[in-house]
């Protein structure tokens, strides 16, 4: 009964930490370039294998460990919705990989493309961390320019720099059979379904009222066990 009570209480703590994983994707659905996470739970079979081994001690008989299921945090890489913003410092990208961008403990990679002109002429994020060209931060020195959807950043028509654009999983360059398309003048949007969020919410709810009451039970039994069937021995 000991280890329904364990298996329940970890139950309702996978659903708080599923509920917290969706209130972080809907409080950011208006977030370019944000990526949902999804919590992924333990393989059911693996997990049940190794509960099912016997521990054994000097003093007592094989008993079996408790099923208590193992989290991780997976974020969804499917693109968002394209916006035309019409800002020539928004930036979106079609296919894989990211910006790159230099802050006070190193580089970080970007998905979105919200950039902005600071007072040197430097392309950076909202931060205002510098957004990396091939030879170091991007700096646009006169109105005339463009870049091109191949990354290469073009001044009265000349090349001066070329966007790093690079696959975070791989902290590589993406190379000739991934290619990847930019396109100033656009954002890409949230991937995040506001719908499909409210339903995973309902459902890690349900889950977790059902663990609940699982625990409420045993512990009706137990007391029971205790007060009524122990008095009566």
Partial sequence: MFQGLYASAAGMLTELSRQDV?????????????????ISISNFQAELRNASEPVRSANRLPTLRCLVPALSTYQDARPGMIEDTKSSTNFALEGPGAFVVQTPTGERYVRHGNFHLDDSG?????????????????????????????????????????????????TRSASSNEVTRVMQG????????????????????????????VIQA????????????????
């Avoid at 954002?187 to 009451?213: C, F, G, H, P």
């Fill in 22 to 38: 969706i209130a972080n994707n809907l409080a950011n659905v208006s977030t370019p370039g944000f990526k949902r996470s999804s």
């Fill in 186 to 213: 656009k954002l890409e949007s949230s991937n995040v379904s506001v719908v499909e969020e409210m339903v995973s919410m309902i459902t890690a709810l349900r889950a977790y009222e059902a663990n609940q009451k």
């Fill in 218 to 233: 045993m512990d009706q039994s137990l007391d029971k066990a205790i007060n009524q069937i122990g008095k009566n021995s």
């Fill in 122 to 170: 430097r392309l950076v994020t909202a931060q205002n961390e510098p957004v990396l060209g091939q030879n170091g931060p991007i700096v646009i020195t006169n109105t005339d320019w463009s870049v091109g959807e191949d990354g290469s950043v073009r001044i009265k028509g000349n090349i001066v720099d070329k966007l790093r654009i690079e696959n975070p999983a791989t």
